[in-house]
């Protein structure tokens, strides 16, 4: 069986990589994995970075799965659905899968449907999926996602491996790991224990490579190292006795730079029951200035 993703990154095209994946999983299929690309000069520079890039993470996930695969970008001229029927006749493709993006009625009439050209032109089926950041579930977002887990707690890292298995974890128990894994690899996520690892040193790097990160503690559970996140960045500071909740949090750290939300609604509003109680009444107060400023920013 072979199969044939059309694939152009993005949220919706990491659906249906997955779908396909595990589509292919079951019928020992072969994978093609596509980017159409009309090529000429109405492409820029970082936009075939881009693709390559989004091609690699393809390819990683069809072959950490142990699905054989090929990855390429096609530049012939054609619009994206005439490509990829082209492509799907020429290579005997037995399935396609597509992402869909949300589109108003004005747009489909001006710029047309890939989907629908190639659901009507196809020779063979097509399955179409769309990704909804409204109504997805945690487990769904979190699915593929490649994530970093930096903890000097053996017992810590290997709960998270059982929370999050949903993921491609990578894990680290000291700084000096963590700093190489990050400098060769890109992620979705970076969960970071402060004490014993440098936790702020990784922060720092993760924020360099645009990587969001949740900082997840126990022995620094106060309200200078609650501030300290945020000032450096931070996208979620949790306590530890969280951790039975970690998948939700991540999730909710994903679905902020999605959505490019920070702050109250991400999840300090969530969090700041227990805040309060851990710290105790007024506990803001030292740094009155400081928490002004993020009402201010953020919202109550």
């Not at 005439?82 to 747009?107: C, M, P, T, W, Y």
């Not at 790991?177 to 400098?183: E, N, Q, T, V, Y």
Request: hydrophobic share 40%; net charge positive.
């Amino acid at each position: 069986m072979k199969i044939l993703v059309g694939y152009n990154g993005g949220e919706v095209g990491r659906v249906a990589l997955s779908l396909a994946r595990d589509t292919a999983g079951i019928h020992s299929a072969f994978v093609h994995v596509v980017t159409s690309m009309k090529g000429g000069s109405s492409e820029k520079q970082e936009d075939i970075t881009k693709s390559e890039q989004s091609l690699e993470f393809a390819r990683q996930l069809m072959e950490n799965s142990g699905i054989k695969c090929d990855t390429q970008q096609s530049v012939r001229g054609l619009s994206a659905g005439e490509d990829l029927v082209k492509f799907a006749k020429e290579n005997n493709i037995d399935h396609i899968f597509l992402g869909i993006k949300k589109k108003s009625r004005a747009q489909k009439a001006i710029l047309g449907s890939t989907a629908r050209y190639v659901i009507l032109k196809a020779p063979c089926p097509v399955t179409t999926v769309k990704f909804d950041i409204d109504t997805i579930l945690s487990d769904d977002l979190l699915k593929d996602r490649r994530v970093l887990v930096v903890d000097d707690e053996p017992d810590i890292l290997e709960t998270i491996e059982e929370l999050l298995d949903m993921c491609t974890l990578e894990m680290a128990g000291s700084f000096k790991a963590a700093k190489k894994l990050i400098k060769n690899n890109n992620y979705d996520l970076a969960i970071l224990d402060i004490m014993g690892v440098n936790g702020y040193d990784i922060l720092e790097l993760a924020r360099k490579k645009k990587v969001p990160a949740l900082m997840l503690t126990a022995h620094a559970l106060t309200p200078e190292n609650l501030k300290e996140s945020i000032q450096k960045g931070a996208d979620s500071y949790i306590p530890k006795d969280e951790l039975a909740n970690l998948s939700t949090h991540a999730a909710n750290v994903i679905r902020a730079k999605i959505t490019d939300k920070q702050g109250y609604g991400s999840w300090f509003s969530n969090l700041k029951p227990f805040f309060d109680k851990s710290f105790g009444k007024g506990w803001r107060n030292k740094d009155r200035s400081f928490w002004n400023s993020f009402d201010d920013k953020y919202g109550r």
